[in-house]
């Protein structure tokens, strides 16, 4: 005989699997700080190579004012600019990889908790049979 509450519960389940439940699982294999971590270290790789493209665009497309300057230019002065300018911009995003990723990693726990618990009350209909 058909239990239409295990049924509901069963799609409810398999539709979880299906879609977010995949990326959810993966995620609570991992401790906390081993997956904020390993985000924000490819976020700050992101950064660090978008930083030097940006810089390097930039002074190509001064490239006659800075062969002209040449011998003027304050070369330590320059570096000390684009490198507080990095370390604001590095800074900023993992300052908001932390909270985001914290943020996805919690939401994940969460939504297995709730798998769980549905897994349980599965477990208990069938006993019930």
């Known amino acids: 005989m058909l239990n239409e509450e295990r049924i509901k519960l069963m799609t409810r389940m398999a539709s979880f699997e299906e879609n977010e439940g995949k990326k959810s699982i ?3 294999e991992y401790f906390r700080s081993d997956y904020v971590g390993f985000h924000m270290l490819k976020t700050a790789v992101s950064v660090t190579l978008a930083f030097v493209l940006i810089v390097g665009i ?50 994940a726990h969460r939504d297995v908790k709730i798998y769980q618990k549905a897994l349980k009350k599965l477990r208990s209909l069938y006993e019930r049979q």
């Open 58 to 107: 930039r002074l190509f497309c001064r490239l006659d004012e800075f062969i002209s300057e040449f011998y003027e230019t304050d070369f330590v002065g320059l570096a000390e600019g684009y490198l507080r300018e990095y370390l604001v911009v590095l800074l900023i995003y993992l300052l908001f990889a932390y909270i985001l990723y914290s943020y996805r990693y919690t939401q």
């Open 26 to 28: 993966s995620i609570t």
